[in-house]
């Protein structure tokens, strides 16, 4: 009832670019905070960046500065900017929302991710 999917990831060299998006769709009254999670090889998922319905973000340490978080509440679609990116941001990148459903349950949601590699 409820989908996020991930667009955007691909290869890209070491201090390239790349933009993440994750459309929400479904049956959906509305989203409260979303956010990025990463899983790198041999590592456990991690936080990278989370928004609040209002805005609010906050960053993984290691990502501030880089990269910028963002959300369109009308698309129901939400950003990560990545630059300056390196060999460490090499990872599945998953999109994560709080949703409140059109039957009112409040559910959290992942979606399928998206691969990012950059090459040295």
């Known amino acids: 009832q409820v989908q996020l999917v991930e667009s955007g990831g691909g290869l890209v060299q070491s201090g390239g670019s790349l933009r993440l998006s994750c459309a929400a769709s479904?049956?959906?009254?509305?989203?409260?905070?979303m956010g990025w999670y990463r899983q790198a090889p041999g590592k456990q998922r991690e936080m990278v960046a989370t928004?609040?319905?209002?805005?609010?973000?906050n960053y993984q340490d290691s990502v501030k500065g880089r990269f910028t978080i963002s959300r369109d509440n009308a698309k129901k679609t939400m950003y990560l900017q990545m630059n300056s990116l390196n060999a460490e941001d090499t990872a599945v990148y998953y999109c994560?929302?709080?949703?409140?459903?059109?039957?009112?349950?409040?559910?959290?949601?992942w979606g399928q991710g998206t691969q990012v590699t950059v090459s040295s």
């Open positions: 479904g049956s959906i009254a509305s989203i409260y905070t």
């Open positions: 928004i609040t319905t209002e805005g609010r973000s």
């Open positions: 994560n929302a709080d949703v409140l459903t059109v039957g009112l349950s409040r559910v959290n949601y």
